[in-house]
Structures are given as C-alpha cells and as structure tokens.
C-alpha cells in the first residue's frame, strides 16, 4: 500500500512536471505577444522591448523556464556577489536587497555616470514586528502620502543631497555601517518633524526623512557609490547589482539605456539610467514562490489564494447540497429499474447534465432572476467574501449543484441498481427481512462504493463546471482568474492556476484509489 | 447487379439467422474468454455481424488470393451496412427515448442542411431600426442587439455546428465543425490506441503514462490553453477538440486491440508477413469499429457542448459569426436591458441538441442491451 502511494505520488510529480512544460511551450509558441496584450495595441517598439527585458522575457524559452522552476536568485548572488534576500515591506510588497557584509541591505541606481547606492538596516522579522508597534504614531502621516513604497519614492529627487560622505572612488563597507547609524539618528529627528508638519511640506531638503515617512519603520539612505565599477576586458566599466525593482541588472558606464516604465493608472514612465539586460528576481514554483503576475504586476500567490477560497466555498456548498441529494435519489431510482420513478429521475438526471453549464446559469438567470426577481442574477462580490452576500450565491451553486445532481445520480442508480439484481439482495427477501432494511443495510453499502469513488474522478469535469459557472455569474474564483490570464498569456499566472487545478485532479484521483481499498477490502495494490 | 443481388440475398439470410446467432453469441461468452470484447460492445449484433465478416476475411486470406478476400470483405461491409441501418431503425422504432432524440437532432440536422432557404435575412444582415426585439412577425425569435434576426443566426449557427467547417472567409469545408473534431480524435486515438496496443512493452508504457497525464488535467483548462495559445476559429476550435478526445479514444482502441491481436487472424497476418500498417489498418481497426462507433456517437455530444463553451467563453468563432456559444455570451450583456431573448435561444438550441442526441445514445444502448 505505502509503495503504491509512493508511486502513485511520484507519477503526480511527473505529470506536474510534465504539464508545467507543456503549458510553457503551448504558451510560448502561440501567435501574440503578452506585451500588447497587457500595455494595449499601441505601445511602440520600444516600450514593447523595455517590457519584455524586465520580466525577462526575453531570454531563451529553456532559460525562462528554468528560472520559474528554480527560481532566479541564485544566479543573482553569482553575477553580483552578494547574499540576497527577499523582504516583505509593511505595504506588502516583496522586495528583493542584496545583504552587505555588516547586515545592511542594499539596491543601486544609475544616474548619469554615477551610481548610487541605497541602503537600509537589515531586520529580522521579530525586530521589525516590535517597531510596527512602536510606529503608529507616524503611519497615519505615512498614509497620505501618495507614493506605495519606498522604491518609488526618491528616485525622481537629487539623491546624492543625504548624509553621504563626497562621493569619494572608495567606499568601503565599514563607512556604510557608520552611515547607517548615523542615519538613524538623523530619521528620528526627521519623523519627528514629520509629526509635527504637514506631508507636503517635506520637500527636498530631507529626501531621507521623506521615504522614511513613507515606509514608517525603514531608512533608506542614498549616496553615491561609484566604488563599485568593474573594469571590463574592453575598457569600459560594469557592475552588477540589485535594481529597486526587484531585478539583478548589469549596468554598464556611461551607457544608460532608457527605460520605460508601465505604472498602472498613470501611464508610462520613461527614465534613464537603464542597465544592459535584467535578471527579474524570484525564488521559483519549487520553493513557493509563483512569481508575479505579467497583467496586474502582483504577486500570482497572493490573488490566486483569494480566488481559490472563493472557487472552493462555491464548489464547497455545492458538494455539500449534491452528494446526500443525489445518493438518495440514486438510490431511489435504483432500487427498482424500469419502473417510471426509475425513467423519469434517471431521464431528468442525464438532461440537466449534459446541458452545457453556461445555459443552464442563463435558464437559471432568466427564470429567478429576470422573470420572478427572486436573487440578484450575478456574484459581484467587490472586497466582501462572498459568505457575506449568500443571496448572490444562490444562483451560481443551483447551477453547480443542477450539473452535478445527475451525473452522480445515474452512477448511484446504476450501482444501485446492480446490487439489486445480486443474488444477496433476492436471498434477503425470501428471508422475510423487512423491505427498507434489506434496502439499508444490505443494498445501500455495498451500492455506496462505487458513487463515492467515481465522484472523486469526476472532480475533473466538476472544475471545468466551476470555471463555467464563475464566468456567467462573474463570480471572482479560480476559473475567472485562469480564464483572464490565459486570455493575456499571462504565463506565470497560468502556470500557477495550472499547477493547483492539476494537483487537485490527480490529488483526488489518488484519495479515490486509496479510499476504494478501503470500501472494497478484496482489492489490493500490490 | 450482381453484386448486389447477392448482398440483399445474404443480408435477408443474416437477417433470418440472427436469432439463432444472438443465443450463439451468448453462449460464447458464457463459455469462451476469447470474446470479451462483445461485452465491451454495447451492441452484440453488430458484432456478430463483423464477426462473421472477419471469418469471411481469415477464410478468404488463407486462400492468399487479394482480388477474392477484397470482394468478400466489400460484401461483408454493404451487408453488414445494410443489416445496422435496419438494426438501429427497429431498435429505434421501439424506444421512445431513441426516437425522441432523434427527432429533436433531425430536426436540427434540417434547420442546419436548408438554412439559407428557411430564413428570410441573412446571420449577418444588421436592422439598426429594431435591435434587442422580442418575437414578432418580421423576427419569429426576435433580434439581437444589431438587429440581426436571431432565428437566422441559430440556422446558420447548426450550420456550422453539423454541416460545413469555415476554414477562414471564404473556404467552407462540409462536415460541421463538431463532426471533424470527433473525426480528428477519432483518428488520432486510433492511431496511438493501435500502436500502443500491439506494440506493447515500452512504447505502451510511454504513450499510455503520457495520455494519463493529459486525462489527469482538468478538460476546461485543456481547452483554455489551447484555444487561447492558438486563436479563436473553427479549426483551432476543432483543434482542440480532437486533442482532448484523443486520449480517451485511444484508451478504448487500446483495449480492443489488446484483445483482438490474440486472435487467429491477426496470428495469421503477421506469419504471412503483412506491414504493421496492414495488420493495424486493415486486420485489427475494422474489426474494433463496433464499439469505436458508439463511443463516436456520444463525442458528438461533446464536441458540440466543447464548442458552445469554448464560443461562450469567447474562444470559438471569431466574432460575427453565428456561434451560439458566443450568441449566448453577447446576449448575457443584455439581459438586464430587458432582452432575454438574445440569449435565451441559443441557449435553448444547444442544450436541445446536446440532450437530443444523449437521448439518442442512451435509448439506443438501452434498447440494444436488451437483445445481449
């Protein structure tokens, strides 16, 4: 048994495996392009090519795929010499900061000639914790502001007007330390300031008040650290570093590329000081992490949680309505074949489902919601779970549960309906055994088996019912945020949703084998 | 002449044995394991009919004289053609479920065949002065929001469904696009069933686990992708279709031909030295057609529930084409404006076309399981 699950769960992996591969190719060998798709048909070429290098996607198909896998960082922490790490600002945001030697984390930037260095303290998450609380009272200051992290904050301003020693060629680590401190000392008296004054008065003659106000427990300083050039073999310089958007890029003297920046709501940002190619960071599928999604710029994670809660509550109630409904009908029907109960559940059951879900959500919309103005024909759930609006869910589970009522009332019925024919069953009766309990306890269990297994296989068909049933109602779940994604070719979301949908197909598939020996104790996996 | 003469001849001799055969056949597979596969059929008639054509093959075979097994094998096929259209008509004849079916998909299958002649506008043809109508005199069904006469668009909507498969503009192909999609599983499955089957050893092993990998993902996400990665038109529509059928077709030739590679026939075609593609085209597929047909029947049913929602979630047909999973889409928008009717027909169309044609299948099988 253990070395059938084993193997049982091994061949998942493969298929996983081999999916997440074929989804790759399928996506990437298909017409369009994501960056249109996204940015809209008219982005000029070179917004279209600044796009795709920095969600890398420009690199070979066998590198990309790598990268999503294994993740990125790695590769990183090569090219630059750095640890990185991966840190959680207090808005949410992921950011990724390369570790100097002394504890301090920090990112570059490239203006003009000179590159400039960023860098905050280094927190491990039970010292940042104890600062939220210290920090409340300048979070409402923090609010205002418009800016959503600190990485857009000083980058339009002269960055090189903080604490920074005169942008000497060598700065070594142990003078970032000293700034640091020196820092802190400075940005306390800074958010003091900033309590007292407006958030428009911090204007740029303390940049580093500014993004302190902005992300409240967090300093960053900024100075200029042109230190770090390397000499290439052609004479010009290089350096690798992190970016502050989330990328290992190399930069190279003197020739700053421009960048075109997409930030939703406001259009696109053209900025210069652009490095030569971008390694976008992530840990990679295996380790957790699904990457961020090329549509909304968010991590897939994140919003594909929320849409699966909301598929699995639908799905959920759904089941719970269907499974006992449609075992008893089964049953009912089952116990004597051909008689008009029979013909007529068996008849209903096989016509509600094969009717294709969609018109069934529109006969359902049309009768209880258009015609009788019973429930609201959508689930529009804005930032509400859905539990909290159970009249929008009305519709959308009766449709679920209509599909799902017949298929597993005809297979209950024709389990039934066999066991009914056994010689057992006969052998009950000429006993003199009461009718219902040879129904009950001899029939039932042994007509129970078979339902239970199947439904768990049919688990497949039962989520392309869902998707259906998301679209036509507009319900927020998994299928409408699949449906969106592939839609764009937003492949990082695609995989991701692929991912889930595949490990719970196979997932149940596996449970209804081992549920199976368990029912029927004459099968073995051996 | 002759040869029909003589067809119509045996064809009433098969008609008056059949009796006495069905009873033989019972007792075969009471008795014999070698004929598991007429309990995988539905239909044991039918296979009793192959199976006497197959007799006719081996025998005319091991004569080893092509032009003579090639007459045998045609006569075998017109009489047993023959035999299962009067078969399946008096099978239908007493089912009321059957006849039902078939008449809703009759009645569809004309709708689709005489469209141009049935209706009085074109799919296309816009009314901006009555959009979102209800029935009236000039609209039977009424209109949808351009205007457009929703009983033409259904029309011409079963059109595409069952009789012809727009390639692009202007190239039109017969056969609907539902029919090549089933067609293109057919073939493909068949072809890896076969091999698998035959074969054996590794090559099932790797097709086989590589099938089970596409079964375990999820059908809509199958589609999705796709459809999505490829472009919304009726091939890509039919494209898909057959990628998803394919394994299950496969898996059921799979199972036939595990069997029937056991048998004398095939023993004998493989000692005369046949190619593999004789001995899997022409020994092995037709006598596994039986069950492949009545599996064929029920993926109709699919294919066209596969493409109203592939139109429905805006991945069929490109957009002014009469596609009533897209018919039903567009309509949804226009629901609450206070036209229901947009997309209440073709929601009504495809749901009585698919449960038509399950009603067909279900009352046939039924029927024909009476007589195993």
């Excluded at chain 2, 097709?207 to 999820?218: E, N, T, V, W």
């Amino acid at each position: 048994m253990a070395k059938f699950i084993l193997r049982r769960f091994f061949l998942v992996l493969i298929t996983m495996f081999l999916v997440s591969l074929a989804v790759f190719m399928i996506v990437e060998s298909s017409p369009g392009n994501v960056a249109k798709n996204v940015l809209g048909a008219f982005i000029t070429p070179e917004q279209e090519a600044s796009f795709l290098a920095q969600q890398g996607l420009d690199k070979p198909l066998f590198q990309r795929y790598w990268f999503w896998l294994m993740g990125s960082d790695w590769v990183g922490e090569r090219k630059t010499g750095f640890d990185l790490v991966q840190i959680e600002t207090k808005k949410g945001f992921l950011e990724w900061w390369a570790r100097g030697d002394d504890n301090t984390l920090m990112r570059w930037s490239l203006e003009g000639e000179d590159l400039i260095l960023h860098t905050r303290p280094f927190k491990t998450p039970s010292e940042s914790e104890s600062e939220k609380s210290s920090s409340t009272v300048s979070s409402t200051s923090s609010k205002k502001s418009s800016g959503n992290s600190s990485v857009t904050s000083s980058s339009s301003t002269s960055a090189n007007s903080s604490i920074s020693t005169s942008a000497s060629s060598s700065i070594s680590t142990s003078s970032s330390s000293s700034i640091s401190t020196s820092s802190s000392s400075a940005s306390g008296t800074s958010s003091l300031n900033n309590s007292n004054t407006n958030s428009d008065n911090n204007t740029s003659n303390n940049s580093s008040g500014a993004s302190s106000a902005k992300d409240s427990e967090i300093q960053i300083v900024t100075q200029k650290d042109n230190g770090r050039w390397q000499a290439s073999e052609d004479g010009t310089s290089f350096f690798w570093g992190v970016d502050r958007s989330n990328h290992v890029v190399m930069w190279k003297k003197g020739a700053a590329t421009e960048v075109w920046t997409f930030v939703a709501g406001s259009g696109w940002m053209k900025s210069s000081g652009g490095p030569q190619s971008y390694i976008p960071l992530k840990k990679g599928f295996l380790r957790g992490d699904f990457g961020e999604s090329l549509r909304t710029g968010r991590p897939v994670g994140k919003s594909l949680f929320i849409r699966l809660r909301n598929s699995m509550v639908l799905a959920g109630i759904a089941f719970v309505i269907v499974m006992p409904l449609a075992l008893l009908l089964g049953m009912i029907a089952g116990i004597k074949e051909g008689s008009f109960k029979d013909r007529f559940l068996s008849i209903a059951g096989m016509i509600f489902s094969v009717i294709p879900e969609f018109a069934t959500g529109i006969f359902l919309i049309l009768i209880m919601s258009h015609w009788l103005e019973l429930v609201p024909g959508a689930a529009v759930f804005g930032e509400k779970a859905p539990w909290e609006r159970p009249d929008m869910l009305v519709l959308p589970v009766l449709t679920l549960t209509l599909i799902e009522l017949g298929y597993v009332l005809r297979i209950t019925r024709a389990s039934m309906a066999e066991v009914m024919r056994s010689p057992y069953i006969r052998t009950a009766f000429l006993k003199g055994i009461p009718f219902w309990n040879v129904i009950l306890k001899h029939a039932a269990k042994n007509a129970l088996i078979a339902p239970i297994t199947v439904i768990m296989l049919h688990v497949n068909w039962l989520m392309g019912g869902i998707v259906i049933v998301e679209v036509v109602f507009g319900y927020p779940g998994l299928g409408q945020y699949l449906l969106d994604s592939a839609l764009y070719k937003d492949v990082n979301a695609i995989e991701a949703g692929t991912m889930i949908m595949v490990l719970i197909a196979v997932g149940t598939q596996l449970l209804a084998d081992i549920l199976y020996t368990f029912l029927n104790p004459r099968i073995r996996y051996s | 002449m002759e040869k029909n003469s003589r067809s119509t001849k045996e064809s009433v001799a098969e008609k008056t044995i059949n009796p006495d055969e069905i009873i033989n056949s019972d007792e075969i597979i009471n008795s014999d394991e070698t004929t598991n596969s007429d309990k995988a059929t539905n239909s044991g008639e039918e296979m009793d009919v192959e199976q006497s054509a197959a007799c006719d093959k081996e025998t005319a075979s091991e004569e080893s004289e092509t032009a003579l097994e090639e007459a045998g094998q045609n006569i075998a096929m017109q009489r047993s053609k023959i035999a299962r259209l009067k078969d399946a008509f008096m099978i239908l004849r007493s089912s009321g479920t059957a006849m039902t079916g078939l008449v809703i998909v009759l009645f569809w299958v004309f709708v689709a065949l005489m469209a141009p002649y049935i209706t009085a506008y074109g799919p296309m043809e816009q009314d901006w002065k009555a959009p979102n109508q209800g029935p009236s005199m000039e609209h039977p069904l009424g209109t949808d929001e351009l205007g457009r006469d929703l009983w033409s668009r259904l029309a011409h909507g079963a059109r595409i469904v069952l009789i012809v498969l727009p390639v692009n503009e202007k190239v039109w192909i017969p056969g609907g696009t539902a029919i090549w999609g089933v067609f293109a599983s057919l073939f493909c499955g068949a072809c890896l069933g076969l091999i698998s089957g035959y074969k054996g050893g590794w090559t099932d092993e790797i097709i086989m686990r590589l099938l089970d990998a596409m079964m375990s993902i999820p059908v809509i996400l199958l589609y999705l992708i796709i459809v999505a990665a490829l472009g919304a038109s009726a091939v890509n529509v039919v494209i898909a279709i057959a990628i998803v059928g394919t394994p299950g077709v496969a898996r059921l030739v799979r199972s036939l031909t595990l069997d029937i590679r056991t048998r004398d026939y095939v023993r004998a075609s493989e000692t005369r030295g046949e190619t593999l593609f004789y001995i899997l085209f022409m020994e092995i597929l037709p006598n596994a057609k039986g069950p492949i047909i009545i599996d064929s029947m029920l993926r109709v049913g699919y294919a066209i529930f596969a493409m109203g929602t592939l139109g429905f979630l805006g991945l069929g047909m490109p957009p002014p084409s009469p596609d009533w999973g897209s018919m039903v889409a567009k309509g949804r928008e226009f629901i609450l404006v206070g036209n229901p009717w947009a997309s209440l027909w073709p929601s009504l169309a495809i749901a009585s076309l698919v449960v038509g044609l399950n009603l067909l299948a279900d009352g046939l099988r039924e029927e024909s399981m009476r007589y195993q």
